[in-house]
């Protein structure tokens, strides 16, 4: 009876131990999460708009230019991450996932990259900033483009804090506010709200010129984030269309589609991917309009040249081949 006395009593002790524990971790985890988000009062600012004529909500068009543009959609699995080049500037968008880091820096050290005037997290989400605090850490940059949001993970406290040991800062770029990259120029068309439900809808989505060619990078925008767009007034109308969240039926909505109206469209996707992407609904729509796919898990890394009126690929066009919805 004492040895059965005794095993009740360690239960509860370990019990009681649990509970402590647990309120513990909750707290801690909570505190953790409180002290990044305190911390990036210092680490962001607001992009402003002075000098930028918006009256028509439409990016100024510099028709005569210079050398190439050259685009990588580079083959990062289920993710993204677009490396653009024009003259000696340079932009990535998207760093893909913590998993094809290596992959990523070997890329962009073959391609004889020094600096970045721009790097661009579309949003918060593994799969497109999962390993941009290698390439903070590993590359200067001028300019971080971020949207106005934030995340309690790991892999955006990593890349908070590699912005902020590089004496930097997150530049929340305004609508309609314009860039210059070497002779490209390219205009923010999105996020048009503060609050969204879903992470993907604070994607930053840009349409950048060059000459008369014309490209549309849309992160993991949705239809709502679509929509916006459209109802801004903005000139969607591109040549290439990086089709919305690797091609689920969330985004690339016919309405946009029907706007943007592209010669040509790029996919990033993995291959035999869980997600099942891309969808049905995405693939018959571009089918439909007869639009050349290129895709990452067909084709590996596309490259898309641009010498500012024609535009040229490194491969032939992917299938328009699916998974079910």
Known sequence: MARKKKFKNNAGVQILVGIVVFIAIVFLGNLHDTNLLDSLSDVVETDSLENVDNSDNNSTVVTNVDGDLIIDYIDVGQ????????GDAAMLIDGGTSECRDDLLTFLSD????????????????DHIGSLDDVVNSYD??????PNTTATTKTFENLVLAVQQKNKKFTVPQVGQEYSLGEARFQILAPNSDEYSSANNYSIVIKLTYGSNTFLFTGDAESLSEQEILDTGFDVNADVLKIGHHGSTTSTSKEFLDKVSPKFAVISVGENNSYNLPTKTTMEKLQEKNIPVYRTDEQGTIECISDGTNITFNVNPGSYAYMED
């Open 79 to 86: 993710a993204d991450s677009i490396l653009i080049r024009q």
């Open 111 to 126: 391609k004889n990259i020094d600096k970045f005037e721009y790097i661009i997290g579309t949003h918060t989400h593994e």
């Open 141 to 146: 940059f001028d300019t971080f483009l971020f």
